[in-house]
């Protein structure tokens, strides 16, 4: 009998160590926004957890930031530029392959997701991320995003968020959406208010602390 106690034990040990959930606070002087990231996308979650515990994010800016779309960090040429520097095509050297399921993770409002340059896999960008704030949604935008998605058809259960809570749908199936903001989503608000120059950085820095593990 305590062998199968034992046993019983040590299976719902394991079973609860492969159902953890990863959380990361993304540290900003505009406040702080947690995040959990999707375990279905094992690739995504392990690069992003290994640059917070090398401390890749820390001192960098939100360089591209656009009013009722996103906020876009992780350039490493950003801890140190100057006012003017031209930013977003810093990188680690590497790519991560597309992790992309739209029917089951898709952009809507606080859905965080990897950058990428134009490249015919959609592998995603080893540091740049960008979080949805997004707009609410209508019948015109779906009809649009169809059109720029290659014929992508948005669920009816997404629609229903995009049309409450927001979103950008003509992303999905094209980004690897990694995650979510679970806490503090109204920093995106906050960053997205302040003034952005003609290359959308905000005129006032907007900086990531830190970004650190938290489950």
Avoid: W
Wanted: hydrophobic share 35%.
């Amino acid at each position: 009998m305590r062998k199968i106690l034992s046993l019983l034990a040590f299976i719902a040990i394991a079973c609860s160590a492969s159902a953890q959930t990863h959380e990361a606070d993304i540290v900003t002087n505009y406040g702080t926004m947690r995040v959990m990231l999707y375990d279905s996308t094992p690739q995504h979650r392990d690069n992003f957890i290994k640059l917070v515990k090398n401390h890749t994010y820390d001192s960098l800016l939100f360089h591209r930031v656009i009013r009722g779309f996103m906020i876009q960090a992780g350039d490493p040429n950003s801890k140190h530029a100057n006012d003017t520097a031209m930013l977003g095509d810093g990188d680690l050297g590497y790519t991560i392959p597309a992790e992309i399921m739209p029917d089951k993770y898709y952009h809507k409002r606080g859905a965080l997701a990897a950058a990428r340059d134009d490249n015919p896999a959609k592998a995603s960008s080893a540091c740049q991320f960008y979080i949805v704030q997004g707009k609410v949604a209508n019948d015109s935008t779906f009809i649009k995003s169809k059109a720029r998605t290659d014929g992508y058809e948005t669920p009816e259960a997404h629609k229903k968020v995009y049309r409450t809570e927001g979103g950008v749908p003509h992303l999905d199936s094209r980004y690897s959406v990694f995650g979510e903001v679970i806490k503090g989503i109204y920093v995106i608000d906050r960053i997205t208010d302040e003034e952005t120059d003609k290359n959308d950085r905000p005129k006032k820095a907007v900086r990531i602390k830190t970004v650190k593990m938290v489950k």
